[in-house]
């Protein structure tokens, strides 16, 4: 499904991503934690290609990036169609509406028919709860609000992988719950998702593996059970401490 292999990035001197290797099966929910600065934002944007990886592969599907040889800007865009991406900030455009944000992209870059885009475009923001918010601009909804209409436009284009780069992390606590419940009910009907949080309540109950990164590196690797409760590395221990204190 999703594949990473010996994934490096670097910017200048600065090794950001050491040999990163990664299989993510269809429908699995994989949890990236780590502190500040570990690589885990980096690693999700070199899955769709946003940042350009030092060398390594990227495969999803039938697509497949080799970072060795020279990659074509089409098997960049084939990769980023099945991929849809949820950022920390929302990124919404503030002069559309949240309907027109919605359907941007597959009536921009898919082509597809404005009507067919809008019918479906309603369809999703009913599925994140703001279907009476169709014709509402960015400024006149909530930080959740918009952050769940991130989550629809991502889901208008029928990506086969959804990437999360803490999407609660700009948001006031009483918002965040709202945009992890439309996660998890995203994850519960089998959608592949790769989520970058500190929500660890999040990655205990919908993860099937959570990676720990620090450095550029995995570190650890597992089931949240293991991972919670019995990690095997000093270093994990040390952060999940530091998160309980």
Do not use: W
């Not at 060398?55 to 990769?79: A, H, M, R």
């Not at 700009?170 to 009907?189: F, N, S, Y």
Request: glycine share 8%; aromatic share 4%; with cysteine.
């Amino acid at each position: 499904m999703l594949s990473i292999q010996n994934l490096h990035k670097q910017f200048g001197n600065l090794v950001v991503l050491d040999g990163i290797d990664l299989n993510v099966e269809k429908g699995k929910v994989i949890v990236v934690i780590g502190p500040s600065g570990s690589g885990k934002t980096t690693l999700l944007r070199c899955l769709n290609v946003l940042e350009t990886p030092t060398k390594g592969n990227v495969s999803i599907n039938q697509t497949d990036l080799n970072f060795e040889e020279k990659v074509s800007k089409k098997d960049i865009q084939t990769l980023r169609k099945q991929t849809g991406m949820v950022f920390q900030t929302y990124n919404l455009f503030p002069h559309m509406t949240a309907l027109q944000n919605v359907i941007e992209g597959p009536v921009t870059v898919q082509k597809v028919n404005k009507e067919k885009a809008k019918e479906k475009g309603i369809q999703l923001l009913e599925k994140v709860g703001l279907g009476d918010k169709i014709d509402y601009y960015p400024h006149q909804l909530s930080g959740g609000q918009q952050q769940r209409v991130g989550i629809a436009r991502a889901l208008a284009i029928d990506p086969e992988v959804m990437l999360f780069d803490e999407p609660t992390s700009a948001l006031d606590p009483e918002l965040v719950g709202e945009v992890l419940r439309v996660m998890k009910e995203l994850a519960h009907e089998g959608m592949t998702m790769v989520v970058v949080t500190h929500e660890m309540s999040f990655a205990k109950e919908v993860a099937d593996e959570v990676l720990f990164m620090d450095q550029g590196q995995v570190i650890e690797r597992g089931h949240p059970d293991h991972i919670f409760t019995t990690p095997k590395e000093e270093r994990t221990r040390q952060f999940l401490n530091l998160l309980s204190e």
